[in-house]
């Protein structure tokens, strides 16, 4: 199915859209639930204010993003990296991270 320059609302339930494609597409304020999201590719995509619930989102890459003010709770980061990213003002459990890396970086400083 091919969407272009269109202004719809979706509701998408028990559905397989694996391997979709979604380029200059505004879902800013969508709700996502139970949902797969492996496979497919999100290219000048506004998810702003998108509320993700009970999601499979392994083997995800994500880059030249802005999350700030992303909120995760309950998620596994098992095996997540994040590398060239502006941290200040990000906690984990209430902890600065930026102090967290100054703190690790002064104990291990030889």
């Known amino acids: 199915m091919n969407?272009?320059?269109?202004?719809?609302r979706l509701q998408v339930t028990d559905s397989d859209l694996?391997?979709?494609?979604?380029?200059?597409?505004?879902l800013s304020g969508s709700s996502y639930e139970n949902v797969n999201m492996s496979g497919g590719t999100y290219h000048n995509v506004n998810l702003s204010?998108?509320?993700?619930n009970d999601l499979n989102m392994s083997g995800w890459r994500v880059h030249h993003v802005d999350l700030s003010g992303l909120k995760i709770d309950?998620?596994?980061?098992?095996?997540?990296?994040?590398?060239n990213s502006r941290l200040d003002g990000m906690t984990i459990d209430g902890i600065?991270?930026?102090?967290?890396?100054?703190?690790?970086?002064a104990k291990n400083a030889a």
């Open 74 to 83: 309950r998620a596994n980061l098992a095996g997540a990296s994040i590398v």
């Open 96 to 105: 600065e991270v930026t102090e967290l890396m100054a703190a690790w970086k």
């Open 18 to 26: 694996s391997g979709s494609v979604y380029d200059d597409v505004n």
């Open 49 to 52: 204010g998108c509320t993700f």
């Open 3 to 8: 969407i272009h320059q269109q202004k719809h």
